[in-house]
């Protein structure tokens, strides 16, 4: 089962193709979690039609932010941590961290800097104000993908790491990291109504 409790100040991955569910648990989690959420999209406007299906509304609990690069999602966090605004999030999810990364890497020299230093960011403050961080990535099957760009990055921040894959109607999360929790399965489904987990 995905509980909240076991997110909280820590650094959690999620990894899968597109439409597998990710931005949905992302929700699901913030709409879960006590305090205040941050949303942070890479991959264009955010999905505010999802917002409904958990209850939450923008400016009420959840705030969200787009960003168009690894050194604006850099930038954007530096800036909270130095003003402290971050610090105030219970919950922060960055859909998906790795989407400009893979790209910007093969002409960027310092692309694996700026991702590291954003990711450093994210594990201070989840370590240190007891928030929980999700990171989404996603896998390019059609790049002939099996793990997202950047992993070995993404890896050594991430405290949890899981991957979700389809199978029907059906999402399965299966834990990879830590090493008491590999092989762990849930189940869930995904409808007008928001996500449901399997018991």
């Not at 893979?102 to 104000?129: F, H, K, M, P």
């Amino acid at each position: 089962m995905w509980v909240l409790e076991e997110l909280v100040g820590k650094v959690t991955l999620i990894y899968g193709v597109a439409g597998s569910g990710k931005t949905n648990l992302c929700f699901w989690t913030l709409s879960r979690g006590p305090g205040t959420g941050l949303y942070i999209s890479t991959e264009g406007p955010v999905p505010l039609d999802l917002l409904p299906r958990y209850g939450l509304v923008w400016g009420d609990r959840l705030f969200v932010k787009e960003v168009f690069s690894v050194e604006d999602l850099t930038v954007e966090l530096l800036e909270m941590y130095v003003n402290s605004s971050l610090s105030k999030f219970r919950g922060i999810c960055i859909d998906s961290v790795n989407a400009h990364y893979r790209y910007e890497a093969i002409w960027r020299a310092d692309a694996g800097r700026l991702l590291n230093t954003a990711l450093a960011i994210l594990s201070q403050v989840a370590s240190s104000r007891g928030s929980y961080v999700i990171l989404t990535a996603q896998v390019r099957e059609e790049e002939g993908e099996e793990v997202p760009s950047g992993y070995e990055i993404l890896e050594f921040w991430s405290d949890t790491v899981v991957k979700i894959t389809k199978s029907g109607s059906k999402r399965i999360i299966e834990w990879l990291k830590p090493s008491s929790l590999k092989g762990r399965k849930a189940v869930f489904t995904i409808s007008s109504r928001g996500l449901e987990f399997e018991l």
